[in-house]
């Protein structure tokens, strides 16, 4: 693999666990100097003890007035280098119904998901082109596969991967390269949440009446999922590669599963897939 220029400053939001946490550790050990957007200062402090050339940064994607601070935080320490790459990790996953769930929580998801990182690249972009820098997007094979109760999770990656498209061709006359990851199942927070969710839903509620056998469904088969995630570092060293290969991937599944999944999605006519994506959930 033809490498570019030595690496120099990369930003990766969503460090605090999992795939984030996992991608600045290893940014770090292969000699990038990473900065790792956090929430909260203690995941900061246990970060930087878990790698060289690791500094932490307060960052709450989705406060205006947080990505402000940080973007200029970022140029002070980058100078006249710029910004080698963008991570944009951060993320939430919010779970149900689309009937019952909140308007307040729809926003939050996009707050997040695809806001957030739209804000961050925008701050970013000078710094990014002024470095020669690269930006990678974490998506989700959910991306590209919807299915019951994940609906404002899957809608938030379906956009953030419209997002990323557009991107990579405006700036593609810039020399900006712009890759998006779509994970399959990872080890990761995200499916203790996706239980806790679950235990939420009263046997009593209305959402639990109509969609029960959904919920119990998607449940099952994300624990499924969970047991047999594979290690975050598979990703990591994918980002690796689209930081610093001189040919980078441009849209790339991660995990037999999400491979498995996008070929049938490609392939299949609508109906029949949500046929055979209904029977896998056995609803």
Known sequence: MNKLSPPRHVLVTGSSTGIGRTCAVHLAQSGFLVIAGVRRPSDGQQLESAAPNLRSMQLD?????????????????T?????????????????????????????????????????????????????????????????????????????SK????????????????????????????????????????????????????????????ITRISRDSAANAIPADRVARLVHQCLTSSHPPVRKTVGRDAMFAAILKRILPERLFDGLLRRILGI
């Not at 947080?66 to 320490?77: F, G, K, M, P, T």
């Not at 806790?196 to 119990?216: C, H, K, M, N, V």
């Open 158 to 217: 379906h956009a953030i991967a419209a997002v990323a498209a557009a991107l990579r061709m405006e700036l593609r006359d810039q020399g900006i390269h712009v890759c998006l990851i779509e994970p399959g199942a990872i080890q990761s927070e995200i499916w203790r949440k996706g239980d806790e969710f679950a235990a939420t839903i009263s046997s009593d509620s209305p959402a639990r009446q109509l969609y029960g056998r959904q919920i119990d469904a």
């Open 61 to 77: 994607i989705a406060d205006g007035t947080s990505v402000a601070a940080a973007a200029a935080q970022i140029a002070e320490i």
């Open 79 to 155: 100078g006249e280098t710029g910004l080698a790459g963008l991570v944009n990790n951060a993320g939430i996953g919010v779970h149900g119904p689309v009937e019952f769930v909140s308007i307040d929580d729809w926003r939050r998801q996009f707050e997040v998901n695809l806001f957030g990182h739209i804000a961050v690249t925008q701050n970013l972009l000078p710094m990014l082109r002024h470095g020669a820098g690269r930006i990678v997007f974490i998506g989700s094979i959910a991306g590209r596969v919807t299915t019951p109760i994940l609906g404002p999770y899957s809608a």
